[in-house]
């Protein structure tokens, strides 16, 4: 049975990026998770096609991809907005605070919630001078199902274009590292988890990205109803080792 949460299932072609739908399903009795949230995403979109999109010049040290299974403290590629100039640039997915002395001294942090990172002493400095936007071409996330199984999902895009997820950084060491904000769930991921990452329009990228002066937090809002859909897909991508373009099929 495929299970299906809102609008057609997208699989991305792995050479283009491109977006093909199956035919609408129904969701069934979905129990969502309380738990991290996005702790997984994909990036399928070309290089070339992500750069141009964000209007960055993309660096040397950019992973290769199609990549199906990226998963935290993995590099991952990142727009950031200095001197006037956007750049496309590789970074730890795993914000390491300026204090730890080592990237195991605490918790990794993947995720900032937007409701505290203003005061939370890891990142008030980052949200305020070092915003970023995190390209995905979709993430995955969990239900749960009978006997508690972990019911994974793949969402993206109703229009196939790339993700801007917002994030924030920090330089640690000899490299940077970034974390993902995230909020309350919005009206279409609301069935399947209670929070979600921040999607940001291109619209809103120049104040994000601290382009366009003050007054970014309004920007840390639930996605608006229409615009993502997700389908079911494999437990294969359950572990962090699966790879390949199966992974996003949707599960018949």
């Not at 109803?225 to 572990?239: I, M, T």
Request: charge should be positive; hydrophobic fraction near 40%; aromatic fraction near 8%.
């Amino acid at each position: 049975m495929r299970r299906r949460w809102t609008g057609g299932s997208p699989a991305s072609d792995t050479r283009t990026g491109a977006v093909s739908r199956a035919a609408p399903v129904a969701i069934h009795a979905v129990k969502v998770q309380h738990r991290v949230m996005c702790g997984r995403f994909t990036l399928t979109h070309p290089t070339d096609a992500v750069a141009r999109l964000f209007a960055a010049t993309p660096g040397n040290d950019l992973p290769e991809g199609p990549r199906f299974n990226i998963c935290t403290t993995n590099p991952v590629a990142v727009v950031t907005s200095e001197d006037g100039a956007r750049r496309l640039r590789a970074m730890r997915w795993g914000f390491i605070p300026s204090w730890y002395k080592t990237p195991t001294d605490g918790p990794l942090i993947i995720n900032a919630r937007a409701d505290s990172v203003a005061v939370k002493p890891a990142f008030r400095q980052a949200i305020r001078a070092r915003r970023c936007l995190i390209p995905a071409s979709g993430f995955y996330e969990w239900s749960e199902g009978e006997g508690g199984a972990r019911l994974p999902w793949y969402v993206t895009r109703r229009d196939g274009q790339p993700m801007a997820l917002a994030g924030l950084w920090q330089h640690w060491g000899e490299g940077d590292t970034c974390a993902m904000i995230t909020t309350d769930a919005g009206p279409g991921m609301a069935a399947i988890h209670h929070r979600e990452p921040v999607i940001l329009e291109p619209a809103d990228w120049p104040l994000w990205l601290g382009e366009a002066g003050h007054g970014a937090a309004v920007l840390m809002r639930p996605t608006p109803d229409g615009v993502l859909q997700a389908h079911r897909v494999r437990p294969e991508v359950n572990s962090n080792r699966a790879a390949g373009p199966q992974l996003i099929a949707p599960l018949d």
